[in-house]
């Protein structure tokens, strides 16, 4: 019997998918609370107000996104070297707990920009180094033929942990008018920056059940000499002319998905500021959306999953993909109100209608690509590959915003509307979905690991 047969012949360990999924739960405090909604916005309106909170927010994100492109991969191997992915996994989310709560000490003033976006920017860094840790850990909870769902239902509660997460604060910290939760005023802002301790002691609740579960990790049996930082990089180096030379499906699904998972990015980053310019959303209607948007994304996560496990997470992604790219299409065509056989739908009502769509096939690509990453990792060596597939991210991540920028400017200097100028968001996501979509082609399902050559 194949060793991959024999695994999947063993009952998964239920309580520890459990705890792992837990984990992505109380992490959503990060995307979903600190960078999107609640306290970046703040960061950006109230302590840099007039365009300069948001400036320095982008380049301290863009300073973080390099280091994470640079150090990623040799993070992820000096971690599985050492065999110590879950002491990394531990230390790295108490980091991030910490930073989160630190927020709570930028006050609404202009002295405190520069701490406030340092805070973010750090915390976006750890949790990227965390978050490598954790995917790796996929390879120790998992079999090959299991691993699909299992990435499902843990992206599909990071999607659900944001909504109540972003629910407790929004209606008990942020909206309406004061007292808001506890008691609070809102002087000096003082509800918005307790969302940051809210948010540090959520992320922390979930975190602990895995953090304090003894298991073993497969780096643990292999543990390796130390090398120095140099070694490191040689190593690397080694290891991705390895992939050109030996084991070009996984080089070419590292670039693919680096193109495909920007647009992906690109549908949440920009959905909201096309349903308020195009569409007609108020801002409280986009919030509802955002919250009926993960929704969706969580259900069609884990659903995809299933479907990953029967079919390969080639076709998940193909078809999720190819959807999305026919959603966008569609969308582009309803910004002004049509009859459709003798029904008339309006811009919103075509937003509600195809832009849940859209959330729908993007949680599945985005848990399909994990687990893709996870049967292809060796199981002693998987924080590397993902350090890997972090950095072929960061890498790309300025695809669909050039695009659409370009796009952007061309249509402002024809004269075009602004609103007819800001769809060009929408050509600049199909059109990388459809790169994406063109190298993904060329991949075909993992059928063994990778060959991560060092020497």
């Not at 180094?129 to 033929?145: K, R, V």
């Not at 809210?198 to 130390?226: S, Y």
């Not at 075509?350 to 690509?365: H, K, N, R, T």
């Not at 002693?380 to 400017?409: H, P, Q």
Request: aromatic share 10%; with cysteine; net charge neutral.
């Amino acid at each position: 019997m194949s060793t991959i047969s024999a695994q999947s012949a063993q009952a998964l360990d239920k309580a520890l998918i459990a705890k792992w999924s837990l984990w992505s739960w109380g992490n959503a405090t990060v995307s979903a609370l600190m960078v999107t909604f609640v306290f970046g916005t703040y960061i950006a309106d109230a302590v840099g107000p007039g365009g300069q909170g948001a400036q320095y927010l982008t380049t301290a994100n863009l300073v973080a996104g390099v280091i994470i492109a640079l150090t990623a991969p040799v993070i992820g191997q000096r971690a599985d070297k050492a065999g110590r992915r879950r002491l990394w996994l531990t230390i790295n989310t108490l980091l991030v707990v910490l930073l989160c709560a630190a927020c709570f000490f930028v006050k609404p003033e202009q002295s405190y920009l520069l701490l406030g976006v340092s805070l973010m920017a750090a915390m976006t860094l750890f949790d990227e180094f965390a978050n490598l840790n954790y995917n790796a850990m996929i390879t120790d909870i998992s079999d090959h033929n299991r691993m699909g769902r299992v990435s499902g239902i843990g992206w599909g509660a990071g999607y659900l942990g944001g909504i109540v997460i972003l629910a407790i604060a929004y209606f008990g910290l942020v909206a309406g008018e004061p007292p808001f939760l506890f008691g609070l005023s809102d002087d000096e802002a003082i509800n918005i920056r307790v969302v940051a301790l809210v948010g540090a002691a959520w992320f922390l609740l979930w975190a602990l059940p895995l953090l304090f579960t003894r298991m073993k990790t497969a780096d643990q049996f292999t543990a390796d000499e130390r090398v120095s930082v140099l070694e490191s990089y040689r190593r690397l180096i080694r290891v991705v002319v390895g992939l050109w030379k030996d084991d070009r499906n996984t080089f070419w699904f590292l670039v693919a998905s680096a193109v495909y998972r920007d647009g992906l990015s690109a549908v949440f980053t920009y959905g909201a500021i096309l349903g308020v310019t195009i569409y007609g959303f108020t801002a409280g209607d986009i919030l509802l959306f955002g919250i009926a948007g993960n929704v969706v994304a969580a259900l069609g996560a884990i659903a995809g999953g299933f479907f990953d496990d029967r079919f390969g997470p080639r076709r998940v992604i193909i078809t999720c993909v190819s959807a999305l790219m026919a959603l966008g299409a569609i969308m582009y065509f309803f910004d002004v109100e049509r009859e459709i056989l003798g029904v008339t739908i309006t811009p919103t009502g075509a937003f509600w209608v195809f832009g849940l769509s859209l959330c729908l096939f993007v949680g599945p690509a985005q848990a399909a690509s994990r687990a893709f990453v996870g049967r292809l990792a060796p199981p002693e060596r998987a924080a590397e590959l993902f350090g890997l597939y972090a950095t072929a991210g960061r890498s790309v991540g300025f695809l669909t915003s050039g695009i659409s920028a370009v796009l952007l400017t061309v249509a402002l200097g024809a004269d075009a509307q602004v609103e007819d100028a800001e769809k060009a968001l929408i050509i600049g996501i199909v059109v990388v979905l459809a790169v994406g979509l063109a190298l993904i082609l060329k991949v075909h399902n993992p059928t063994s690991t990778a060959k991560m050559r060092e020497h």
